[in-house]
């Protein structure tokens, strides 16, 4: 059997194992150490331990845990709610303006912690019991959390952002200056989402509430001062170059404790549920990454990507179109597996395709999370809506999958934008690096 033989059944055994909910890592571990197994049995026990250790010992990737660690302490400290309160505070009275506030809210936060879930997660718990008691439609009360928690997978610091720059060995600082602008729209465009929706259909957000005034509004500001100023310190940090990713992930990590400590937030339990969050939620990532560079080296010894690149080359595709059929596909299969396994699986395999094609790599990247988003929202797998379940378990399914269709309609218009403007995903990081 040859290479690409393997490498096709190898992809089909994943799948399989992804369909009876074998965790990702494993899987790809699995497939990786058979396939090696089949084409360079010698080479198991090297790659395998090689490659585990190499992740684990990888400084770059200090960057996950130190921010899962940062948007921990910013539930446990309350930071989250605060922000929530100076977002409902600044939009006012306008019809929909709680479902705008946890989008923005969601935004916030994102930028803490870097998690769509745990975005999804921490402002459905605020925002939520606030819309259902002014009479929200259920539609839009949980489609707005649960397409506000997406962000975080492109906002800076994005996990997602961060395994698609260690799969590519792109810089991950070029990636995260390349989220903050298109992170920036797809917030604007959720935000004008909810106010299509409440101008089409008022019933959904029947009441508006009084007008905040100017000294509550300062004051639900400097509320939320603590997490506004270590998004702005890690953030601007990275864009002046004052430090890297991964410093700013330290210096955010050590500010967002020592807001804890200052608000008093820290007890005995806080402190044991903080870093049993932080371990289990790292322990995941690290083994999705290491599950996914032992397949990156088996799809490495079939010659699959090669085989690719050469017949896209006789096909005569551009590097337009090739992109077109990728995202496409992302879309797709986005509707059924979990977004690290998709990164895992295809980036490795459309990278030299894409490469050989003259692609911008860092704005593909974006261009990338943002399809991974819309996958966190569609059905029937949908992670993010059922996180909001979690938190709305009497709404039904049904009913939520409806209320996101004008967000995800929005992210399709995001994708159309950056894809015609490149420019809103790369002026940053040129600016930056040159």
Not at 221 to 244: M, P
Not at 305 to 322: C, P, R
Not at 412 to 419: Q, R
């Amino acid at each position: 059997m040859d290479g690409s033989s393997i490498a096709l059944l190898g992809f089909a055994a994943l799948l399989l194992l992804l369909l009876i909910r074998v965790p990702v890592g494993l899987a790809m571990m699995v497939v990786g150490v058979a396939g090696i197994a089949a084409i360079r049995p010698e080479a198991v026990v090297a790659v395998l331990a090689g490659e585990v250790f190499g992740v684990a010992s990888r400084y770059s990737l200090t960057i996950l845990p130190l921010f899962m660690l940062m948007g921990n302490l910013a539930v446990i400290s309350g930071m989250s709610q605060d922000l929530y309160q100076a977002a409902h505070s600044w939009l006012g009275r306008v019809r929909g303006s709680l479902a705008s506030a946890s989008i923005v809210a969601c935004a916030g936060f994102s930028a803490l912690s870097g998690s769509s879930l745990a975005a999804a997660l921490t402002m459905g718990r605020v925002s939520l019991p606030e819309m259902r008691r002014y009479r929200y439609a259920d539609s839009l009360a949980t489609g707005a959390i649960a397409a506000g928690g997406t962000l975080g997978f492109l906002i800076p610091p994005s996990a997602g952002l961060v395994i698609y720059g260690i799969i590519t060995e792109e810089s991950i600082g070029r990636l995260f200056m390349a989220g903050v602008i298109p992170g920036i729209l797809l917030t604007f465009l959720f935000v004008l989402a909810v106010w299509i929706v409440v101008k089409r259909d008022p019933a959904k957000a029947p009441h508006t509430l009084a007008p905040v005034v100017w000294r509550d509004r300062l004051g639900a500001t400097a509320r939320a001062a603590w997490i506004l100023g270590i998004v702005v310190v890690t953030i601007g940090g990275i864009y002046a170059g004052v430090f890297s990713a991964v410093e700013a992930a330290a210096v955010g990590a050590l500010l967002t404790l020592v807001a804890a400590l200052v608000r008093r937030a820290l007890n005995r339990d806080s402190v044991n549920e903080v870093v049993r969050a932080t371990l289990k939620a790292s322990g995941t990532a690290f083994l999705v990454l290491s599950g996914a560079f032992v397949f990156k080296v088996f799809l490495g010894f079939t010659g699959i990507a090669f085989v690719a690149a050469e017949w896209v080359g006789e096909q005569g595709f551009s590097g337009t179109q090739v992109v077109m059929l990728v995202l496409a596909m992302f879309i797709v299969l986005g509707t059924f597996l979990d977004g690290f396994a998709m990164l895992v699986l295809t980036v490795p395999l459309v990278q030299p395709i894409l490469e050989s094609l003259g692609v911008d790599m860092i704005w593909f990247g974006v261009m990338i999370v943002i399809t991974l988003e819309m996958g966190l929202i569609s059905p029937p797998v949908g992670l993010n809506i059922f996180v909001v379940k979690s938190v709305a378990p009497d709404v039904p399914v049904g009913t939520m999958f409806r209320g996101i269709v004008p967000f995800w309609l929005a992210m399709l218009a995001a994708l159309i934008l950056i894809g015609l403007l490149p420019a809103l995903a790369t002026v940053l990081p040129n600016a930056m690096f040159g």
